[in-house]
């Protein structure tokens, strides 16, 4: 072999070498580029696992330290299965953390600057009444319209434009119904047969007074063994006055424990501590119209005779107004499980708090609600898991009443608490739900993403500041005449308001008394006027217990924004926990006392700043955001469900 030969073989042999360390370079490339891509993959898999369908449970007021407390106590075993597979973690809630605003954020994916929906009470300004925020109405020959007062679309109404099914079943603020590919039944909102809130009437053999004129009271004399008495259904017009009308109903006493209730063709027999099931009455309007009611009779004692009847819920199975879509949906689901409570808070709070429905017949009555729910729950639920796609959304809402009435919890006096306080019916109410979700996850599919929500948590309502009064002795409210115990001055009986600068509806909010935008508005320049407020309310000291009433008070514009700005309170208040406005505030009252105790069974609440009553998220799969905001659940559902992102949205999907 020449030189020449040699050195060409030793040329080769390096090509050779240089061609595999490129070739076996090239084959780790190929294979890690492969294992990427299979990680990735396998990623994609784990993340979006190819859901087609969403399943939304709401759980109105479900508290995160709660949900944590009881699961370190191992008593939700099965919020810890669902924990392990997904999350479970805090869900941001707004301002004001009011179940009004924060579900209709959850369910629009916009703050409420753009829904329009800022306080459980708005304001008209020209007369500066309080108006029921939960929905418009409008009294058109002799009967009532509705409308809402939310501008942006929820959701289902997007999924549906995507031919996407949904059922929405006691979502809040969806009264009234509109339409849309799905079926819904209205929650939070829904009217009693007169177009109240709520109203119960009570039969009684002894002397009960009452402050609200929605609830009333029937004098019984059961000495004969028997006594004709009446329920009242709708009002009408009746001349110039607006009137119950009612129909009769027969009480008899078989023994000392046991009462016949006699109600058009239908009778029924309650022991003491028992509710009767439903009961539906005709009432006559006119010659041509009849309208229907339902409701339950709850006996307390024969003797003295105490007997409690729920507001008079809408039927239904002939409701006055439509609360369903589509329209027989309501009534269908009666014919299937039975009839049910269509009040948007069927829980007789006011009675329990007026003391004439004792805790025992109050807490049958949650149970009986959340029997129903379930009922429809299941009912649902199985239609949803055979359908190919789409949503199922469901919020249960006694939590939040249960917890307003059993919250136990003192921080004002024992800071910081050892330990949440509260009674034992909602430790039940949780473990209950634990129970119910354990069920949902042996049921649910592959394809199903499943959130479970809640709008916001709870805290302790232990005193409460007239906001109204504080403005008058800060003096930025004028009254014509002094305030007692007795003479509130409610509805804003006695302000001049030709000088008064700044005024309190609702449960959050103070309006500045603007020119041109009151009926009678003196303030011109209303920014610094909100700066000054603003500054003296952050340095509010309870004198009783030498505490911060309120962290932080809000300039609307720094926390919202919209076209609907122009509705808004100039500012909003966040208590600290503990503390809230009083309930006089809110319809535009006040107190002798700027601060005083919550005397109330109300005793726990939410309505303080957002930071100390976030909701609660779980899920069934990993989320990639740290801090979850009411606003990210729509683009969450969009991208489950595999829909396009509108620009407009505020928040970002978690999944
Ligand atoms: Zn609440």
């Known amino acids: 072999m020449t030189q020449d030969q040699e050195h ?10 240089i061609y595999i360390v490129v070739l076996v370079i090239s084959v780790i490339i190929i294979i ?43 008593k939700l075993p099965n919020f810890k299965r669902l924990a392990k597979i997904g999350v479970q973690t805090e869900l941001q809630t707004v301002f004001p953390p009011q179940s009004p605003v924060a579900w209709t954020t959850i369910a629009t994916g916009v703050n409420a600057g753009k829904h329009n929906i800022f306080d459980f009470i708005r304001r008209n300004p020209k007369n500066y009444m309080p108006v029921l925020g939960l929905f418009d109405s409008k009294n058109v020959f002799n009967s009532t319209r509705y409308s809402s007062f939310i501008t942006t679309e929820p959701f289902w109404k997007k999924l549906g434009k995507e031919n996407i099914h949904s059922t929405i079943i006691r979502w809040p603020m969806t009264f009234p119904v509109e339409s849309f590919n799905g079926e819904s039944l209205a929650g939070l909102g829904v009217p009693d047969v007169k177009g109240f809130l709520s109203g119960y009437t009570i039969y009684t053999s002894t002397n009960v007074e009452l402050d ?14 028997s006594a004709d008495t009446v329920v009242y259904g709708p009002r009408t017009m009746q001349g110039s006055e607006i009137k119950d009308i009612t129909a009769p109903i027969r009480l008899e006493r078989i023994n000392d424990k046991n009462l016949r209730i006699i109600n058009g063709d239908q009778t029924q027999e309650i022991k003491i501590g028992e509710w009767t099931d439903w009961m539906k009455t005709s009432f ?10 339902i409701w339950r009779a709850y006996l307390e004692s024969i003797e003295p005779f105490k007997m409690f009847i729920t507001t008079m819920q809408i039927d239904p199975e002939d409701p006055v107004t439509e609360i369903s879509y589509p329209h027989n949906y309501s009534s269908d689901l009666a014919q299937e499980i039975g009839s049910y409570y269509t009040l948007g808070m069927p829980e007789e709070t006011d ?47 006694a939590s939040d009443r249960l917890q307003h009435t059993h919250w136990r919890e003192k921080i004002l006096v024992d800071n910081p608490p050892e330990k949440i306080q509260y009674a034992e019916v909602v430790e039940n109410y949780y473990i209950n739900k634990d129970k119910f979700i354990g069920e949902i996850l042996n049921k649910i599919t592959n394809d199903v993403a499943l ?24 003096g930025y409210m004028t009254l014509t005449q002094d305030i007692t115990d007795e003479n509130d001055g409610s509805l804003f009986e006695y302000v001049d308001w030709s000088k008064s600068q700044a005024y309190s509806i609702g449960f959050n909010a103070i309006y500045i008394n603007k020119k041109g935008r009151e009926g009678q508005g003196i303030v011109d320049n209303k920014e610094e006027l909100i700066d000054e407020i603003i500054n003296k309310l952050e340095n509010i000291i309870d004198k009783k217990t030498g505490k911060k009433v309120i962290y932080k008070a809000y300039r609307a514009i720094d926390i919202w924004h919209g076209d609907e700005l122009i509705n808004a309170p100039d500012i909003v208040l966040g208590y600290y926990p503990g503390y809230r406005t009083d309930w006089k505030t809110a319809i535009g009252g006040f107190t002798v006392e700027q601060i005083t105790d919550n005397k109330k069974k109300w005793t726990g609440d939410h309505m303080v700043d957002k930071k100390f009553v976030p909701g609660t998220l779980l899920t069934n799969f990993k989320i990639n955001k740290e801090i979850v905001e009411q606003v990210d659940i729509v683009p969450t559902i969009y991208k489950i469900l595999d829909i396009k992102l509108p620009n407009d949205l505020e928040g970002q999907s978690i999944l």
């Open 32 to 74: 890690a580029t492969g294992c990427a891509l299979r990680i990735k993959r396998n990623k994609d898999m784990t993340q979006n696992k190819e859901y087609k369908k969403a399943l939304i449970i709401g759980i109105d007021g479900m508290d995160p330290k709660m949900v944590k407390t009881m699961m370190a106590e191992g």
């Open 284 to 293: 006559v309007v006119n010659f041509f119209t009849k309208k229907s009611g």
């Open 8 to 17: 060409i073989k030793i040329q080769n042999r390096q090509k050779r070498k």
């Open 451 to 474: 959130m479970i929500v809640s709008d916001h948590g709870f805290t302790s309502f232990e005193r409460g500041l007239n906001v109204n009064t504080w403005l008058k002795d800060n």
């Open 351 to 397: 009675g329990l708090m007026d003391g004439v429905l004792s805790e025992d017949g109050f807490i049958k009555h949650i149970q009986q609600i959340e029997g129903e729910r379930n009922k429809m729950f299941w009912r649902e639920f199985d239609k949803f898991q055979q359908r190919d796609s789409g949503i199922f959304s469901f919020v249960f809402d």
């Open 212 to 225: 609200k004129d929605s609830n009333k009271v029937e004098k019984i004399n059961l000495e004969q063994g």
